[in-house]
């Protein structure tokens, strides 16, 4: 029961599930996949299955031998297209076959019956009412035709094939003042340009010169547009009336210039000019359209302007036309990309080589009207030139005054100056100032310059001024501005200085010297020393020289300092001979140079003991000590003692040492090292000391066994 149970439906009847089931043929296994010898394509298959096909089986042709099988055929017909037509009323090819059908039965009056029921069906396709009225004049119902096509052309007005259609048959007909009529009322409905392009030509078939020249006048205030107008135009140049056609390029670049094809009018305009040998007139018209249509617009304009003047200009209008083109491209690149200062540096050479003033203003005021979108001084960076070069050309090529005041204030005042500056611009604007001796307002703008945005340019050119002015009150406050802004600045001090020891302020420029070495922080300090040493040096201050050089030693031990304070002790003896040169007494001045001698060898001593206790790493700048040494003994001649230096110099080795590369692989490099004495001393001992040590350790081992 219970296998029953399950596989019973009582839906099922007595049937189980396994007996309705529906079994397919198990796949067949394809052992042998090798290629059959024979190969078939698709084609030959299709072809043979064609081939195959049983004939189509054909109805019997009938033949009506009476008039009783003839209505009888005729009643079954149009049952057939009944029932089709109550079936698919919307099908517009089953009426189309009913009337056709029942015009090769001869049967005018019902065919047009059948147009007409399917017309009231779906009066608003316009195929119905072309093959409808083809219907009437294939027949020859002119009258009907008629009919038929005037409630078209009523019904729907817009549909242009119908207008064609109608006026067609009227033409054929001869009636051509009823074809003029359907003309004017399908005007009334304004169509499009191809619409009144017929009426003109069916005008123009007849000689109706005045009447087409009516139209087009009809036909231009419908259709305002350039095609209109040209070809209006070129009617009246076609009849040989120049004046008139003058009229109508006049009438269109009135209404017409600013429009988006006023191009091809302006050449179209031009081209007449030129063919009626009016070259003036030409080029006036190429020269107007150029000023008024937008550069992206005019490239063909550009073309036919110099096409125009290599043939008719003289050298000078072929250069214009030259530059005109130039000028188009330059306005399309500023247009694409107003930002890319380079092409309006471009533009404006351009029109400098031109000449016209007013142009090359335009032009700047143009071009600075881009300011740089982000307030970052590389975006600015090119713009600032544009104003330098603005300022520039209206003090040099116009000289204006006012103009280039106004241009340097407008740019100073644009600035950001207090996230960046440029000092080349205060620079200049004051440099223009003092151009026109007004040194007030210079001293004004660098007073500004420097309260605003101060700069080392703007202290260094206006000190220079100052100077140059002879004001030394002026030169000092600016030089203590300058390093309350700047007080690490090494450069500022040494021209302070510089400036009081030309005044023979030899106090004060010591006493700034002092000060500017205890900054805690410089940027140059190897300079400001040298400036100072120098400074007393030229003072024959030799005591405080030499305090200075170990002023300096305490702050730093480079070789170069211990060279110098070296060179310093040897060079006192020339300048104290040159201070008693008087005196005939060369064995003191032999015994001094001695003594001076002895001094440089303290120092190159002091120095090399420094460097082999207290930095024993650094060997290449003791090398170079000991080299600078030797060269001054050899310099002395007979008082130099080469032997000193020769003891204490080291020997050159070439080492390798092992360097590992990021990829964990490693290489060899060579470098020089350094091997002194002292250095190959305790070499020697340390091998001795490892021998005894070996030998000792043999002893004790033959000892044991």
């Given at each position: 029961m219970a296998s029953g149970g399950k596989d019973s439906d009582r839906t099922l009847g007595y049937m189980t599930r396994k007996d309705t089931e529906v079994k397919l043929p198990r796949p067949t296994r394809v052992k042998n996949k090798t290629p059959a010898p024979i190969q078939i394509t698709a084609e030959q298959i299709l072809r043979e299955a064609r081939e195959r096909q049983e004939a189509e089986i054909r109805p019997p042709k009938q033949k009506i031998t009476d008039s009783t099988e003839l209505s009888d055929y005729r009643l079954r017909r149009r049952k057939e297209f009944e029932d089709q037509i109550r079936r698919a009323r919307w099908n517009i090819q089953v009426w189309v076959k009913y009337a056709q059908w029942e015009e090769s039965q001869k049967d005018y009056a019902r065919a047009r019956s059948v147009w007409e029921r399917a017309i009231e069906g779906d009066y608003r396709n316009h195929t119905l009412w072309l093959k409808y009225a083809e219907f009437e004049m294939k027949n020859k119902f002119v009258n009907s035709a008629r009919n038929v096509w005037d409630r078209a052309v009523t019904l729907l007005p817009r549909v242009d094939q119908l207008w064609y259609k109608y006026i067609h048959m009227e033409e054929i007909l001869g009636n051509i003042a009823g074809a003029r009529q359907i003309f004017e009322r399908w005007m009334d409905w304004s169509p499009d340009q191809q619409g009144w392009l017929s009426f003109i030509k069916f005008e123009l078939r007849y000689n109706e010169i005045e009447r087409a020249r009516t139209i087009y006048e009809r036909f231009v205030l419908c259709h305002p547009k350039v095609s209109a107008y040209i070809r209006y135009a070129k009617f009246e140049m076609k009849g040989g009336e120049v004046a008139r056609c003058r009229s109508v390029y006049e009438r269109a670049t009135e209404k017409l210039a600013d429009d988006e094809e006023a191009e091809i009018l302006f050449v179209a305009f031009a081209e007449f000019e030129e063919r009626c040998k009016e070259v003036e007139r030409a080029r006036f018209i190429y020269k107007f359209a150029l000023d008024h249509i937008p550069k992206g617009r005019a490239e063909d304009l550009y073309r036919k302007f110099v096409a125009f003047e290599k043939q008719y200009g003289d050298k000078e209008g072929i250069e214009d036309a030259i530059v005109g083109k130039r000028r188009f491209q330059y306005e399309d690149e500023v247009r694409k990309s107003p930002s890319n200062y380079d092409s309006w540096f471009d533009y404006v050479r351009l029109e400098e080589s031109v000449g016209n003033k007013d142009r090359i203003r335009e032009i700047y005021e143009r071009a600075i009207a881009n300011v740089p979108p982000a307030e970052e001084k590389r975006y600015w960076q090119r713009y600032i030139y544009l104003w330098i070069n603005y300022a520039l050309f209206e003090e040099i090529e116009t000289e204006d005054v006012e103009r280039t005041r106004d241009v340097y204030k407008e740019c100073l005042k644009l600035i950001p100056h207090s996230k960046f500056s440029f000092a080349k611009i205060w620079l200049l604007a004051a440099q223009f100032e003092i151009?026109?001796?007004?040194?007030?307002?210079?001293?004004?703008i660098l007073g500004n310059a420097i309260g605003k945005a101060p700069k080392d340019k703007i202290f260094k050119k206006y000190i220079e001024i100052e100077l140059q002015l002879g004001n030394m009150d002026r030169c000092r406050k600016l030089y203590e501005r300058y390093l309350e802004w700047s007080p690490e600045n090494c450069y500022a001090w040494s021209k302070y200085a510089e400036l009081e020891?030309?005044?023979?302020?030899?106090?004060?420029?010591?006493?700034?010297?002092?000060?500017?070495?205890?900054?805690?922080?410089?940027?140059?300090?190897?300079?400001?020393?040298?400036?100072?040493?120098?400074?007393?040096?030229?003072?024959?201050?030799?005591?405080?020289?030499?305090?200075?050089y170990e002023r300096l030693l305490d702050r730093t031990k480079h070789y170069k300092v211990w060279v110098s304070f070296a060179k310093f002790e040897a060079s006192a003896a020339e300048v104290e001979e040159g201070e008693n040169e008087d005196e005939d007494q060369e064995e003191d001045v032999i015994e001094h140079k001695k003594d001076c001698i002895k001094r440089a060898r303290a120092i190159f001593d002091r120095a090399n003991t420094y460097y082999?206790?207290?930095t024993p790493e650094l060997k290449e700048e003791r090398a170079t000590l000991l080299e600078d040494w030797l060269n001054m003994e050899s310099s002395f001649g007979n008082l130099g003692d080469v032997?000193?230096?020769?003891?204490?110099?080291?020997?050159k080795l070439k080492k390798r040492k092992a360097i590992?590369?990021?990829d964990g692989s490693t290489e060899y490099e060579e470098y020089i090292d350094y091997l002194y004495p002292e250095e190959s001393q305790t070499t020697n001992l340390k091998i001795l000391e490892a021998a005894y040590k070996w030998k000792k350790q043999k002893v004790a081992a033959s000892e044991d066994d």
């Open positions: 151009r026109q001796l007004n040194l007030t307002g210079a001293r004004q020891r030309s005044l023979v302020e030899t106090e004060r420029a010591r006493a700034i010297f002092e000060l500017a070495i205890s900054q805690p922080a410089l940027d140059m300090p190897e300079l400001l020393w040298k400036a100072y040493i120098d400074f007393e040096i030229s003072e024959g201050e030799l005591e405080r020289t030499r305090a200075l082999k206790d207290s032997s000193i230096v020769q003891s204490k110099l080291p020997k590992t590369r990021e």
